[in-house]
T-cell receptor, first 109, second 113 residues
Framework: SQQGEEDPQALSIQEGENATMNCSYKTSINNLQWYRQNSGRGLVHLIL?????REKHSGRLRVTLDTSKKSSSLLITASRAADTASYFC?????????FGAGTRLTVKP | DADVTQTPRNRITKTGKRIMLECSQTKGHDRMYWYRQDPGLGLRLIYYSFDVKDINKGEISDGYSVSRQAQAKFSLSLESAIPNQTALYFC????????????FGPGTRLTVL
């Protein structure tokens, strides 16, 4: 069964705008990761946030984690057409990791 | 050069055929995984291996088998392919546990007619 659920399922924005994707999960976790997948290709790891962390940054990416609400968000600032991809959250629980179904982001030039 | 490679990249086969998908990695990782991706369902784990002598079933292992020939090689077999095994298949590796960062291959698109 899937652990994380992304919201929205699809998001379309203009280049230069910010994109926010959310991930909710049901049980306590050790960490949460975000991956990007360009169409038909392998997933690429973006960022990992541990359960005792609340926010992490990497370039134009900002990830927050709220363990009390069992949710995380991924913010991409100043989006570019090249950010068009599917974004997946993956929750790490002990020695297990489960992926959500993803958010499809389209950035229009 | 890619750290995780998969062959073939595309495969079309017929119902009942046995096929093998291969994965090789140069990251020196002990842990390797096979996932299946279907539209709208994210990734589901088929099998994983923590070292050459360790093989474990994932969420959806029925109809699949694996072989860990070496630290760097992990193969997935479909003993008798059926149409609902049409999907995108990914191999991944990690240096430590399953809950840590995983590195994915480019995928194999399999079509079973």
């Amino acid at each position: 069964s899937q652990q994380g659920e992304e919201d929205p399922q699809a998001l379309s924005i203009q280049e230069g705008e910010n994109a926010t994707m959310n991930c909710s999960y049901k049980t306590s976790i050790n960490n949460l990761q975000w991956y990007r997948q360009n169409s038909g290709r392998g997933l690429v790891h973006l960022i990992l946030i541990r359960s005792n962390e609340r926010e992490k940054h990497s370039g134009r990416l900002r990830v927050t984690l709220d363990t009390s609400k069992k949710s995380s968000s991924l913010l991409i600032t100043a989006s570019r057409a090249a950010d068009t991809a599917s974004y997946f959250c993956a929750t790490g629980v002990n020695n297990d990791m489960r992926f959500g179904a993803g958010t499809r982001l389209t950035v229009k030039p | 050069d890619a750290d995780v490679t998969q062959t073939p990249r595309n495969r079309i086969t017929k119902t009942g055929k046995r096929i093998m998908l291969e994965c090789s990695q140069t990251k020196g990782h002990d842990r390797m995984y096979w996932y299946r991706q279907d539209p709208g369902l994210g990734l589901r784990l088929i099998y994983y291996s923590f070292d050459v002598k360790d093989i474990n079933k994932g969420e959806i292992s029925d109809g699949y088998s694996v072989s860990r020939q070496a630290q760097a090689k992990f193969s997935l077999s479909l003993e008798s392919a059926i149409p609902n095994q049409t999907a995108l298949y990914f191999c991944a590796t990690s240096g430590t546990g399953r809950a840590d960062t995983q590195y994915f291959g480019p995928g194999t698109r399999l079509t079973v007619l």
